[in-house]
């Protein structure tokens, strides 16, 4: 099923598409591969130019518990959950919930909030969720899949479902107009898939992916 959870959130950034296309732009895509310092509070030529909580998950989160009908108890995993804002605000939006963060980036880890730190787990979903299958009553993954090889997109959406024993929701960049996909090739610092959405759809659909989705354009 298709969702709305992260448009809004998306179309409230202003974006120079035109400001990232450098000469330097392919030392600033592999600088922004180290998904360190310089990706998160670097440069904006490289990535969010200072990734600080601000509350917009918060209106994410408030549509998430009230679209699956989350409850204390239940468990939560976020896919790709940078410095666990999301963890942070599903956490406050539900007390009681159970949230757990798998993020690549070790320097986005130790950034976090210290009340969600110890729910945050180093980790590669392209080689395997750390987590026994059924764990999850539902699975979320925000603009971090459109990040990963074909392999490894296969792999994920197969992580995603096998973890999961009630729901998924993953959210990726997508186009359907030719400039809508020069501006995510002008914009993006670590997109491997670029696809419109019947192409993701064919990639769910070779994966077994049947959860809900959203995609994002670059307007």
């Known amino acids: 099923m298709e969702r709305n959870f992260i448009r809004a959130n998306h179309q409230s950034s202003t974006r120079n598409y035109l400001s990232r296309v450098t000469p330097n732009k392919a030392a600033n895509v ?6 360190d ?8 030529d490289i990535g969010y130019h200072g990734y600080f909580y ?3 998950w918060v209106p994410v989160a408030e549509a998430m ?8 108890g239940m468990r939560v995993l976020d896919i790709g959950c940078a410095k666990g804002f999301l963890v ?25 909030k210290p009340t969600v730190r110890d729910f945050l787990v180093q980790g590669d979903v392209a080689k ?19 990040n990963l090889s074909a392999r490894g997109l296969h792999t994920a959406l197969r992580e995603i479902k096998r973890v999961s024993r009630g729901h998924e929701f993953i959210c990726v960049e997508s186009y359907v107009t ?8 002008y914009w993006q610092m670590t997109c491997e898939q670029f ?9 769910f659909e070779q994966a077994d992916y049947d959860g809900d989705y959203e995609f994002i354009t670059f307007d």
Request: glycine content about 6%; charged content about 25%.
């Open 30 to 35: 592999e600088k922004a591969l180290e998904w």
């Open 37 to 44: 310092f310089d990706y998160f509070d670097g440069s904006r």
């Open 54 to 56: 601000d509350g917009r």
């Open 65 to 72: 518990v009230s679209a699956y009908d989350l409850k204390a």
């Open 88 to 112: 942070h605000d599903l956490l406050t939006t539900c007390p009681g919930l159970i949230v757990a963060g798998l993020e690549i980036s070790d320097y986005a880890i130790k950034q976090t």
């Open 128 to 146: 395997g969720l750390p987590w026994p299958s059924r764990h999850f009553d539902l699975v979320v993954s925000i603009n971090t899949l459109h």
């Open 178 to 185: 030719e400039q809508q996909k020069l501006n995510l090739q």
């Open 195 to 203: 696809r419109r959405p019947d192409d993701w759809q064919f990639a």
